[in-house]
């Protein structure tokens, strides 16, 4: 087969993939059904999407402008091409939680190439289809993951709270220095704006949760701020309208080490978006996203924001619902978001720039504190040992480390409560027979010195050698039948063990005889040697009842030679 003959399959499957991940009619047709709806919803999640993708731009060290620019584009984009009807996507907090390293490291401008090296491997996933993986990714983990990133929300805006500037980029010592520093020169200005605004959110969220009054807070502190001439930090200046598109400064030396924070950044932004889809899904009827689509969207999303100087995004939960909550039908209320945040920066940048930072410190704080479901923390924790270990692993990693190792350490926990779940589930007993009268068939069996056994549950690496332990110590015995139709699961760790087993069992004149194996497990006893101890397949059957005459016809020919040798019964 030539090079040609080869590369032509797979440019037929690069453009199926790619017909795929593009927007469809059915897509627009959505659009028509109920625009009114969309367009009311879109403005709606605008109002809530302004002081926190301002707060967001902030945080991440890129600026206001940064963020408000991300959720106009990203927003528009992950629209267009993303895999849901009703998601919402633009700068988050957990981003940010990412960023700031990145930005202390690199500076701003390396977000920007972290930006586009994410949105590459983004739609390289999509391409892999790699969309479906999420759904192993345990709910004890995501819970963990989301109370983790919660706490460092906060912890970031201690400073802004407090009316405090620090430069460490490591949150917990930012956190204390920044009070430290306040104590010593306490001013209860900022924490007064900070804990209004956030109240007011959390107030309302109890009493009115349909209403956007994290905007008008925002809008009170700020006149308040300004009627009464009191001196704390602003937002500043921020640009009118967006960008000129320019590609970022990349430094070639730095490419390497940009390489690790560029896939945290795309592992978040899949992990967060196909996350909240799901929950969009749940929240609406009949909707069902599609999860690769949904990677491209953020890849192709993440791949242009960058050029006009936005930062890394991902869908975004909160707005999402809020979304669904206002009636949104299809992507068009994403579309209006965007288009409704445009307006706002031509026509309001300047007022947008005499926004206290201690307000939106307010608004993330209280944010953070809407994060945390405490109905479903405490069903977690309470549930089981394994489920309360992984949830708060995964969440002091988070906090401590950063997010990716919080994932890896949470599934690793996870993965090893269930299989020491899996092997508490693994049982080795005797059988009975498939006859009438047990008993006599037992006590028959046992006169000839042939035992049954039935396993039950998963064969694998975490249970094989407990598992099968006892069957190597037994004795006066002449035939082993090992009943297979009830292996879940066979890999290799545990047809090696058995593989041992038989051969110390045979190394002791005791024959191993099989029945029942299943088909997809035969492949694995062969590699591993099974049947080469047991002297080939002829001591495989496909029903107990074969296998125990079999035993019997060996188990008498066996006494027949024993009382023949030299020295046996007849010798005697």
């Known amino acids: 087969m030539t090079l040609t003959d080869r590369a032509e399959p797979l440019a037929r499957l690069a453009i199926e993939r790619t017909r795929a991940l593009m927007p469809s009619r059915a897509d627009f047709k959505t659009m028509r059904r109920q625009p009114r709806r969309d367009i009311v919803a879109g403005i709606t999640v605008a109002v809530v999407a302004l002081p926190l993708a301002l707060a967001f731009g902030l945080s991440s060290g890129r600026g206001a ?33 990412v960023l700031v390293p990145i930005v202390a490291r690199f500076g701003p401008d390396g977000i920007l190439v972290v930006g586009l090296m994410a949105g590459m491997i983004l739609v390289g996933l999509a391409y892999a289809r790699a969309g479906r993986y999420i759904r192993y990714v345990p709910l004890p983990v995501v819970e963990g993951f989301t109370v983790g990133i919660a706490i460092i929300i906060a912890l970031q805006q201690v400073p802004a709270a407090l009316g405090v500037h620090v430069t460490d980029d490591k949150v917990l010592a930012a956190t204390i220095s920044a009070v430290a520093a306040w104590a010593a020169a306490p001013d209860l200005r900022p924490v007064a704006v900070a804990a209004a605004v956030a109240a007011a959110m959390l107030i309302s969220a109890r009493l009115k949760p349909g209403l956007p009054v994290s905007l008008v807070a925002v809008i009170v502190a700020s006149v308040a701020v300004l009627a009464s001439g009191l001196d704390v930090a602003t937002i500043g200046a921020i640009p009118a309208g967006l960008p000129m598109p320019s590609l970022p400064p990349i430094n070639a030396g730095h490419l390497p080490d940009l390489v690790v924070p560029a896939f945290a950044v795309a592992a978040l932004a899949a992990l ?49 619902a809020v979304n669904v909550r206002s009636g949104a039908h299809s992507r068009l209320a994403a579309i209006t978001q965007s288009g409704a945040l445009l307006v706002v920066v031509a026509v309001a940048a300047q007022l947008v720039g005499f926004i206290p930072l201690a307000a939106l410190a307010g608004v993330l704080i209280a944010t953070a504190i809407q994060m945390v479901e405490v109905s479903s923390l405490r069903a977690l924790l309470g549930s089981t040992r394994g489920d309360a270990a992984a949830l708060l692993i995964t969440a002091g990693a988070t906090i401590l480390l950063d997010l990716v190792s919080a994932v890896i350490l949470g599934l690793i926990v996870a993965g ?86 038989i051969r110390k069992l045979e190394a002791k004149g005791i024959t191993v005889i099989l029945s029942g194996v299943r088909p997809e497990h035969v492949s694995v006893l062969q590699r591993l040697g099974v049947f080469a101890e047991m002297g080939g397949d002829r001591h495989v059957f496909d029903h107990t009842p074969e296998a125990i005459a079999h035993a019997r016809t060996h188990a008498r020919r066996s006494e027949a030679a024993a009382a023949q040798a030299p020295g046996g019964p007849a010798a005697a």
């Open 65 to 97: 402008e940064a963020g408000i620019v991300t959720a106009i584009i990203a927003g528009l984009l992950a629209a267009l091409f993303g895999g849901s009807n009703l998601q919402i996507s633009g700068p988050t907090g957990a981003m940010t939680v």
């Open 272 to 320: 967060e978006s196909l996350l909240c889809a799901t929950v969009a899904d749940g929240m609406s009827v009949g909707e069902q996203h599609d999860p690769d689509r949904e990677l491209f969207g953020q890849g192709v999303a993440n791949l242009v924001v960058p050029l006009f100087g936005g930062i890394p995004a991902t869908a975004a939960i909160a707005r999402t």
């Open 416 to 501: 090893a409560f269930a299989l020491q779940q899996m092997a508490r589930s693994a049982r080795l007993d005797e059988i009975e027979l498939d006859h009438a009268d047990h008993t006599v068939e037992e006590q028959e069996l046992f006169e000839e010195r042939i035992v049954a056994y039935r396993l039950d549950g998963p064969l694998f690496f975490g249970v094989a050698h407990s598992f099968l332990l006892e069957l190597t110590e037994l004795s006066e015995v002449r035939v082993v039948v090992l009943r297979m139709s009830r292996i879940a699961t066979l890999d290799a760790s545990g047809a090696s063990v058995l593989a041992d087993t």
